[in-house]
C-alpha cells in the first residue's frame, strides 16, 4: 500500500501541473482552479460558523448527478435530527458548484452550514481539512472517494460511509493494477449502501470483509420521485401548443448529435409531426455553435428555448436548449427521450424520463448504469449506434402509440418500484454516528 500511495501521490502532483497546463485553454478546469484558489482561508472562516451543537457531517459529492443522490438523504437526516445537524458539502466539479450555487432550490436546507471545492488530494490538504471542519463522519457518494482523505479520515477513526455505492464490473478499480490499492481503501470504510445486489458482492470481495455492506438501491430514485411528485414548474405553453411529438435528447454531447440530428432528419421524412428537443450536456457558447452548425447541416430550423414565451407560434421541428436546469422538466413534454454519454464516459441520468413513463434511448456505453441496463432487460430502454438505429426504432414506437404507451408505463413502474433507499442510508449512517458516540 504505501508504494502504491506513493505512486498516487505522483500522478496527483502530476494531474494538478498538468491542469494548470491546460486551464487556459480549457474553461471548466480554469473555473475549478479558481474556486480552489484561496481555500484554506474560506474553510478557515466558514468553520469559525458552525454552532456544533449536535452533529457535523461532511459529505463529499464529484458533480450534480452525485449531488442529487446525497440530497434525498440530507433532507431525511435533516428531517430527523432537527436543528442538532449541521452539514458540510463539497464538490469536486465546477458544474456541481455551479449548478447548487444558481439552480437548486436545495441550498436553503438549513443544516447546510459550509460550502466549497474540495482541495487537491494530498496528504497535507486532507489533514488540513480534517483539521479544519473536525466531522463527526464523512459520508461519500457513488464512487468519488479520495485515498488520501480517507486514509487520514481512517487514522483519525472517523466513520466513513459510502451511500449510492456503485461498483461496476468494468470498472477500472477492478484492474490488476488498481484492484488490491483500491481493496485496501474500501476495507477501511466502516459501511457501504450499494445500490445493488451486484455491486453489494463486488464490495464484499474487494473490502476482505471489513466494512459492512447493506444493499439500499440508489437514492436517485428517491430523488427523481420526490420532484416529479413535488414539481410545480411549467413549461412554455409553445411547446404544447405546437402539436408534436415531442423527443426529448438530453445530456448529449457530440458524439450524440452526430446520431440524434440526422437520424431525426431522416425520422422527419416518415413522420414529419415528430419534433426534438436537444438539451446539451454542457450548454457552452462553442457547444451550442457546433450543435446549430449541425442541424443547419441538416436543413433542420430550430428556436432557442431562451426565446419561446407562451404566446410563440412554434413552427421549427427543433428546440435548442441553450442554458441549465432545464432537462428534468422537459422531460414532460416528451413521448421518447434519448440521454446521451453514452459513447464518452457513461451514460447519464435515465431515471428521470422514465418515471415520466418515456421509453428511453442511448448509446453503447451502459455499463455504468444499473437503471440503463434493467430498462434494457425490460424492453423499455434500447440501445442505438447509428443515425439510421436512431431513425428506425424511435420511429416504430411513434408509428404504435400503444406499445410506447406500455413500455414507458413499465419504466415509470420499474423506477417507483426502487424509491426507498434514503431511509435505508439513513438508517446506516445513525447507526455509525451512534457507535460512535458510544466509543
Known sequence: ???????????????AFGARAAAPFNDKIAEGLKGREGFKARWSEQALAFERKGRLIWFHVSSVGEFEQAK???????????????????????????????????????????????????????????????????????????????????????????????LSPGSRRLSWAAKRFYGDLYSRLSAVAAI?????????RHSSGAAEITVAGDTRFDQVCQRVDNSSVKLPAAIAAGGRTWIIAGS?????????????????RSHPGAGLIIVPHEPTK???????????????????????????????PVILADGVGYLAELYRAGVLAYVGGSFTTGVHNVMEPAVLKLSVFFGPRIDNSYEARKLVDLGSGKIVETARDFSRELGALISDPALAEAKGAAAAHFVRNHCGAAVVCVDLIEKYLKRDTQD
Open 72 to 166: 434525498p438523504v440530507i433532507n431525511l437526516l435533516s428531517g430527523r435530527l432537527g436543528p442538532s445537524l449541521e452539514i458540510a458539502l463539497t464538490f469536486f466539479s465546477p458544474s456541481g458548484m455551479r449548478y447548487y450555487r444558481s439552480f437548486d432550490s436545495s441550498k436553503k436546507i438549513p443544516s447546510i452550514k459550509f460550502l466549497e471545492y474540495l482541495p487537491v488530494d494530498t496528504a497535507h490538504n486532507a489533514r488540513f481539512c480534517l483539521d479544519t471542519l473536525r466531522p463527526d463522519m464523512l459520508v461519500f457518494v457513488k464512487f468519488d472517494i479520495w485515498p488520501n482523505l480517507l486514509i487520514e479520515a481512517s487514522r483519525r477513526k472517523i466513520p466513513l460511509v459510502l451511500v449510492s455505492g456503485t
Open 196 to 204: 445493488s445486489r451486484e455491486d453489494a458482492e463486488r464490495f464484499e
Open 252 to 268: 448529449t454531447w457530440p458524439r450524440d448529435e452526430e446520431i440524434v440530428i440526422p437520424g431525426f432528419a431522416d425520422l422527419m
Open 1 to 15: 500500500m504505501t508504494l502504491q500511495l506513493a505512486a498516487y501521490d505522483a500522478i496527483i502532483r502530476l494531474a
Open 286 to 316: 462553442e457547444r451550442l455553435a457546433q450543435i446549430r452548425g449541425a442541424l443547419d447541416a441538416s436543413n433542420l430550423s430550430y428556436h432557442l428555448l431562451s426565446s419561446l414565451v407562451d404566446d410563440s407560434r412554434l413552427t421549427e
